[in-house]
């Protein structure tokens, strides 16, 4: 680790109140409680209204003496007029909390809620580079999902319903001051979603570790979800009702998002955001179809780079000690390949996007991908023409 990276002052902010273990959502009227706080609003989507389980959380917080009410109009992807119906149900039920119930969507729904119901304004006004600290409602996430580590992370992400442009959004106002990470919750996931996720967490945990925001703190947690990843996401997508895999999983996501959160991501995730605005791809899908040419593109700019992607690889089990860091860059990449051809990971093109469309917008995506400030933390910083030769690369 650089001297840098060591010696100088660095902030760190995670949830402060975190239920982890199997049943824990049982545990969610200790946390009301704890914040005193009376009226939730469960945001959540379709889905998890018709599984019972935003009426089995309700039933839990009425136990605890509160009176929930539920929002489940949250979309994939969320945009900002897909928050406009959000504030009206904060406003008519003059909620008090608000509860991010679901993937990385319904929990980056209710961070938006969160600030935009005390401030006012408009998403767009608080899109990176502008740093977010105001007073928002405070938020409880429940992840449904082992993979964005939203629950853990003070970023969240909107599209532009205007330009569909994903807005990065970051600050304080956005890190839940609660987290309940119940593994029983993501028992039902089908194995398409939980390689997608998978691979999600695992490119948190790589690119907190290898961007040039690191800390000591966030490599850690970095090194130490790799190795969970490495061990269990072919565990779990073989077989779903492996509850140790599960487990394991869903921490490693849970610290990979608080790396991440107090690191930052890179250039797999700032070219990522675009192809989920314009082509509706989910965000665990995008930055796997980008991680390994991404990581191959800036495993080898220089001596430090190379070591920090071998820590990776070696966390990982694509190498060992005794293989030199060059070596062991060059088998992470392999690895990465193998495992996203291994859990079938689609390319654009067999995803279905329209390879003329595709070449259209590379360069509009190529623009947003390095106005997001991601690629800036890449050990590579890439030109807009070299991230334009990668959508290319990455089409077949």
Known sequence: MSSARTEAVFNFAQPR?????????????????????????????AFLVSTGLAEQTAALLRDAGCAPSVFSETIPDPTTDSLVKGLEAIRADDCDVLIGLGGGSPMDTAKALALLSVQGGEMRDYKAPRHNTAAALPIVAVPTTAGSGSEATQFTIITDSGSDEKMLCTGRSFLPAAAIIDFELTTSMPARLTADTGIDALTHAVEAYVSKRANPLSDALALT???????????????????????????????????????????????????????????????????????????????????RYAACSRAFGAATASDSDQAAAGALVDAIGRLCGDLKVPTPHEFGIDEAHWNRLIPLMAEQALSSGSPANNPRVPSAEEIAQLYTQIYR
């Open 17 to 45: 109140d975190m239920r982890v273990g199997g049943g824990g959502l049982n545990r969610i009227g200790e946390v009301m409680t704890a914040l005193g706080a009376s009226r939730p609003l469960i945001v959540t989507d």
């Open 225 to 307: 979800a790799i190795s969970t990843v490495g061990d269990n996401l072919r565990r779990v997508v073989d077989n779903g009702e492996d509850r140790s895999a599960r487990a394991a999983m869903m921490l490693a996501a849970t610290q990979a998002g608080i790396a991440f959160s107090n690191s930052s991501v890179a250039l797999v995730h700032g070219m990522s955001r675009p192809i989920g605005a314009h082509f509706h791809v989910a965000h665990g899908l995008s930055n796997a179809m980008l991680f390994p040419a991404v990581t191959a593109f800036s495993a080898f700019a220089d001596p430090a780079a190379t070591a």
